[in-house]
């Protein structure tokens, strides 16, 4: 039996429906917050159960039985460290064979501000004594391209990255990866460094967007700090602010780069590109 986390965000769904290609669903777990709001995945005939991180008695009745976890990391940032604890604690509980988690890129020494705690969180598996395996993700486009309709409207992209080459893939891919991973013997001890086959800068993004939608589109680089004020201005809570404005300030030193091509070679076929994910989000 495998268990999902996460099961009704973005990367959690992919990946479900990743697995179920070659996994029956009545041997997969989605394991989330709100079964309320996972009734399509029990129409597809997995079995749904609650788990949420603050309440530890749930987490041991959805990991019931599991024989591998995949772990995907909580969004709540400041609180991750806490609710995986509380996950892996569970997992022991369980008597899970194969927590897969999902850090981040290059964890062990990221620039990213964000890392921090992933790395609390790698040594927390690595004193659980419960086999792993390190899913490292690098930045998902869709990251980017969420802002599409405002660059759109204001003609420009703003952001603090500089000339950073960025090594991102799409959310698919490392779905994909996570999926091949569970499905596949001998995946304890191993660290997968997952990012996109290609690189780009984000002028380069911007010259893509505009050369697709046919309207102009420029990239303007911002210290990090008024790149913070510029997304809290229109909107964003002080957090999520944070949280970009520092992703890409080390963006620009590297952080997001990366030309090993694991996640190619895991899922068997090229990483999208990131001209494939302008367009699929154009057309959205």
């Known amino acids: ?13 992919l990946t479900l429906h990743a697995l179920m290609r070659s996994v029956p669903a009545q041997e997969i777990v989605a394991a ?22 603050t309440k ?13 976890l995949l772990l995907i990391s909580s969004n709540e940032i400041g609180q991750r460290a806490a609710q995986h604890r509380a996950a892996i604690d569970a997992a022991r509980r369980a008597g899970v064979q194969l927590i897969a988690y999902t850090s ?40 980017y391209t969420a802002s599409l309709p405002t660059a759109l409207a204001h003609g420009a992209w703003i952001g603090a990255a500089g000339n950073g080459r960025i090594s991102s893939a799409a959310r698919v ?24 086959d290609a690189s780009y800068t984000l002028v380069e993004l911007a010259g893509e967007v505009a050369a697709q939608s ?19 201005g229109v909107g964003l809570p002080e957090v999520v602010a944070a949280l ?6 080390a963006a620009a030193k590297g952080a ?24 699929a989000a154009l057309a959205a």
């Open 1 to 13: 039996m495998i268990v999902v986390t996460g099961a009704t965000g973005q990367l959690g769904r």
């Open 32 to 53: 989330v917050r709100t079964p309320a709001k996972a009734q399509d995945l029990a129409a597809l005939g997995l079995t749904v159960r609650e788990a949420d991180y």
């Open 56 to 68: 530890p008695e749930t987490l041991d009745a959805a990991f019931a039985g599991a024989d591998k």
């Open 104 to 143: 981040v890129l290059n964890a062990g020494d990221s620039l990213l501000g964000l890392a921090g705690e992933h790395r609390e969180t790698e040594a927390m598996l690595a004193d659980s004594g419960l086999p792993f395996v390190l899913l490292r993700n690098g930045w998902y486009t869709e990251n």
């Open 173 to 196: 891919d490392y779905a994909e990866a996570a999926a091949a991973v569970l499905t596949r013997e001998g995946q304890a001890g191993k660290v997968y460094e997952l990012a996109g």
């Open 214 to 232: 046919g309207k102009p589109v420029v990239y303007q680089d911002m210290t990090e700090a008024d790149y913070k004020a510029a997304l809290i």
């Open 244 to 249: 970009l404005s520092d992703s890409d300030a």
């Open 256 to 279: 997001l780069f990366d030309d090993g091509h694991q996640l190619s070679a895991l899922i068997g076929r090229p990483t999208t590109p990131m001209a494939a994910s302008v367009k």
